[in-house]
């Protein structure tokens, strides 16, 4: 576990997200679903401050690696926009000189076959820090 992933990002890195989100901007009253609304940036705020928190951690832990191995975000499957989460994954990706950023796949999940569409991903991007 990091103690200190909870902590605020720096400000330095809040404006590099923001600089990086900067083109996929829309307006919150568009009916666009591809964009990043400020109503997103609020909803997830707090996945978005955590990713952002291991980015500054792999710069202040890792600079020397040869490789760090990062656990993907696990994207929700509805609310989401793909912008911000393509987002994620390049602050996560360019936190180091060589980061890989690998995917966890349960099988417990692939042999689900009662047919539900189960929305049971939130713990998915706790996978990032217990791995």
């Known amino acids: 576990m990091i103690p200190d992933i909870t902590k ?19 307006p919150d009253d568009t009916n666009d679903n591809l964009g990043i609304t400020e109503a997103d940036l609020l909803a997830a705020r707090e996945r978005t401050n955590r990713y952002l928190r291991v980015r500054e951690l792999i710069g202040e ?8 191995c990062v656990t993907q975000p ?3 499957r509805r609310g989401l926009p793909p912008a911000l ?20 796949i349960n099988d417990d999940d692939d042999d689900d076959d009662d047919g539900d569409d189960d929305d049971d991903d939130d713990d998915d991007d706790d996978d990032l820090l217990n791995k």
């Open 61 to 68: 832990h890792s600079s020397g690696a040869r490789l760090v």
């Open 85 to 104: 989460y393509a987002a994620w994954l390049a602050a996560l990706a360019t936190a180091g000189q060589r980061v890989l950023l690998v995917r966890v």
């Open 8 to 26: 605020k990002p720096k400000d330095s890195t809040l404006a590099y997200f923001d600089e990086l989100i900067a083109p996929f901007r829309t």
């Open 74 to 76: 696990m994207p929700r």
